[in-house]
């Protein structure tokens, strides 16, 4: 496989590698944001920071024309970085539930910031190629799902112009040099449920006189288990995750209370009341099981639907984006079961979302790989977002993220006598 033509640096790998070393938590992004909002300033940007906490606004105007917004998340995750790279995170940072540890771009938030950023250079040096307002969004804390929701409460709308179409990628593990895209449902909608269950504690030698919570928290784990396999049609999609158990202190006291986190992925709201539905009736039934005398608590942290692309705004840009890369280098990831809350931008805007994959692993892994299948069985063995090896090569990942976004935005804002 041979690489594209990367655009002008502009010092992105700089930035880049400055960014990853120095990643920042949810809510936390003030020296990133600072960072983003210099650069607009310094390219002629009307900048405005703190939107929804810690969100920065670009925007720049250049003649009469539509308003394209542009998309890049900023926040970093919770993460022992294991990459071994030169400029690996060793920072550290207190969450907001008081829990202090590693933080690491583990999932390539910072490359969606570099290369909006390189976008924003070349769009702003080059007036002439396009007509219209730019608006670009530095959004926060996309990892707990509510940045956007920020942003918009804070007024996003109302203080800057309402786009025609929101655009935005999120960089993957298959080659760099080639991007994803698929109309209609992209990404999962998610659903964070915290559940509280209540016991009795006392000593561990004398179990009997306890409601054992650590017991019930098992039960209801593996219970849970039964929801996709058991009251999920086969046709469904849904993904039910316990991720954290939380209960005692001690090995011989059994504690009065335990906590399950759990992480919950549909792409159907129908599928996604289902869950939801059986998710309470097991925690209630376990307890009652367990002869709990308090009734358990079941919590939704927070949610967003699934991102869903609009299918003329996704067939623009499959040509657009066949006409920067050639043939062959485009192609329909299918339905992607992480999630993204960049829908809720383009939801409250009312426009059409368009949102794609960009390649970030070595083109070299690949070589020899003549065929999607072959592609995607390598990018198996790599690892991907969220794991503390996940390492984007640097290029052509950012030279193909900045070309791409210079590319959809310029679909939006063509220059005048341009369709």
Request: proline share 5%; net charge negative.
């Given at each position: 496989m041979t690489s594209p033509a990367s655009v002008d640096d502009n010092g992105l790998a700089e930035v880049y590698r400055d960014l990853h070393e120095h990643p920042e938590l949810s809510f936390q992004e003030t020296r990133t944001a600072a960072i983003v909002a210099a650069r607009l300033?310094?390219?002629?940007?009307?900048?405005?920071?703190?939107?929804?906490?810690t969100g920065v606004v670009g925007i720049l105007q250049n003649g009469a024309g539509a308003t394209a917004l542009l998309r890049a998340d900023m926040d970093a995750l919770p993460v022992?970085?294991?990459?071994?790279?030169?400029?690996?995170?060793?920072?550290?940072?207190?969450?907001?539930?008081?829990?202090?540890?590693p933080v690491m771009h583990a999932c390539g938030h910072d490359v969606h910031v570099t290369c909006l950023l390189g976008a924003c250079a070349e769009l702003s040096?080059?007036?002439?190629?396009?007509?219209?307002?730019?608006?670009?969004?530095?959004?926060?804390?996309?990892?707990?799902?509510?940045?956007?929701?920020?942003?918009?409460?804070?007024g996003l709308y109302e203080r800057f112009p309402i786009p025609a179409v929101v655009l935005g990628q999120h960089v993957a593990p298959f080659p760099a040099g080639f991007l994803a895209l698929r109309t209609g449902v992209a990404f999962a909608g998610v659903d964070s449920v915290r559940i509280t269950l209540y016991g009795r504690g006392g000593h561990g030698s004398r179990p009997e006189v306890t409601i054992d919570p650590v017991v019930m928290a098992a039960s209801t784990v593996m219970r849970l288990q039964t929801i996709v396999s058991r009251k999920i049609a086969g046709t469904d999609m849904a993904v039910v995750t316990v991720g954290v158990i939380r209960a005692g202190t001690k090995e011989n006291i059994i504690p009065d209370d335990a906590e399950l986190l759990l992480s919950i992925r549909t792409f159907d709201s129908d599928v996604r009341t289902q869950v939801l539905d059986a998710i309470k009736r097991i925690v209630a039934g376990e307890a009652l099981a367990a002869g709990a005398t308090r009734e358990p608590e079941v919590e939704l942290v927070h949610g967003f639907p699934a991102v869903v692309n609009d299918g003329p705004a996704i067939s623009r840009l499959r040509s657009a984006f066949t006409n920067l890369l050639g043939d062959g280098r485009i192609f329909d990831p299918g339905v992607v079961t992480g999630s993204e809350d960049v829908g809720l931008l383009?939801?409250?805007?009312?426009?059409?979302?368009?949102?794609?994959?960009?390649?970030?692993?070595?083109?070299?892994?690949?070589?020899?790989?003549?065929?999607?299948?072959?592609?995607?069985?390598?990018?198996?063995?790599?690892?991907?977002?969220?794991?503390?090896?996940?390492a984007p090569v640097i290029e052509p990942t950012l030279g193909t993220g900045v070309a791409a976004l210079v590319t959809a935005a310029r679909t939006w804002l063509p220059a005048p006598g341009q369709s």
């Open positions: 300033v310094e390219l002629g940007f009307e900048t405005t920071a703190g939107v929804g906490g022992q970085e294991q990459t071994g790279l030169s400029y690996a995170s060793t920072a550290r940072a207190t969450d907001a539930d008081g829990i202090d540890g040096a080059k007036l002439s190629t396009w007509s219209g307002t730019l608006m670009v969004v530095f959004q926060p804390a996309e990892e707990l799902g509510k940045g956007a929701q920020a942003m918009i409460a804070d383009a939801e409250a805007a009312g426009a059409p979302c368009a949102f794609w994959l960009l390649g970030g692993s070595d083109p070299l892994l690949f070589e020899g790989a003549s065929t999607a299948d072959e592609i995607t069985e390598i990018t198996k063995g790599l690892p991907s977002n969220h794991s503390p090896h996940y």
